[in-house]
């Protein structure tokens, strides 16, 4: 079972890499003012929402500026609080990974909801996004499997050894 988990938060930690990277520079875009990120940022968004057909981010609706101000308020401080709990080994890693899971997976099915009932969204779109919902459902098992790490659960320690007689 170690090895299946240790697999399992390989692909978690990329993925958390790749939300703790974008989520601030690429989909906090769709709430905040351009001017606020280098041109290159901006280029990059704009190219991506060209080349995928991404209206969603042309076009900002209400529902969509939401999920990512909660993505960037909630799902990113926890992916970076992941990223930490895979490095160390924590052993809460279970509880913030079941959280982000389950934030993700609700916010991915509205997006994909949205896709696939206004029949706009591209195939090359549907399969940028099909990834972060099969992430989402990763994070949510993860934080269901058992815990792997070595550290000891905070507030309890070792008991004290006897000597014995001899």
């Given at each position: 079972?170690?090895?299946?988990?240790?697999?399992?938060?390989?692909?978690?930690?990329?993925?958390?890499?790749?939300?703790?990277?974008?989520?601030?520079?690429?989909?906090?875009?769709?709430?905040?003012?351009?001017?606020?990120?280098?041109?290159?940022?901006?280029?990059?968004?704009?190219?991506?929402?060209?080349?995928?057909?991404?209206?969603?981010?042309?076009?900002?609706?209400?529902?969509?500026?939401?999920?990512?101000?909660?993505?960037?308020?909630?799902?990113?401080?926890?992916?970076?609080?992941?990223?930490?709990?895979?490095?160390?080994?924590?052993?809460?890693?279970?509880?913030?990974c079941l959280v982000y899971g389950v934030s993700t997976f609700t916010s991915m099915v509205a997006i994909l909801s949205e896709m696939l009932?206004?029949?706009?969204?591209?195939?090359?779109?549907?399969?940028?996004?099909?990834?972060?919902?099969?992430?989402?459902?990763?994070?949510?098992l993860r934080g269901l499997l058992p815990y792997s790490g070595k550290t000891t659960a905070a507030g309890t320690r070792p008991g004290l050894?006897?000597?014995?007689?001899?």
């Amino acid at each position: 079972m170690g090895v299946f988990l240790n697999l399992i938060d390989a692909l978690l930690f990329f993925f958390f890499t790749i939300i703790a990277i974008c989520a601030p520079l690429i989909d906090s875009q769709a709430c905040l003012p351009a001017h606020l990120y280098p041109k290159v940022i901006v280029d990059l968004t704009t190219w991506y929402s060209h080349e995928f057909g991404d209206y969603l981010m042309v076009e900002k609706p209400n529902f969509f500026v939401g999920l990512v101000w909660l993505e960037l308020l909630f799902a990113w401080p926890l992916s970076l609080l992941n990223l930490y709990a895979i490095l160390r080994g924590r052993s809460w890693f279970r509880t913030t990974c079941l959280v982000y899971g389950v934030s993700t997976f609700t916010s991915m099915v509205a997006i994909l909801s949205e896709m696939l009932g206004s029949q706009r969204a591209s195939d090359k779109l549907l399969m940028m996004h099909y990834p972060f919902l099969g992430f989402a459902v990763l994070a949510i098992l993860r934080g269901l499997l058992p815990y792997s790490g070595k550290t000891t659960a905070a507030g309890t320690r070792p008991g004290l050894t006897k000597k014995k007689r001899v």
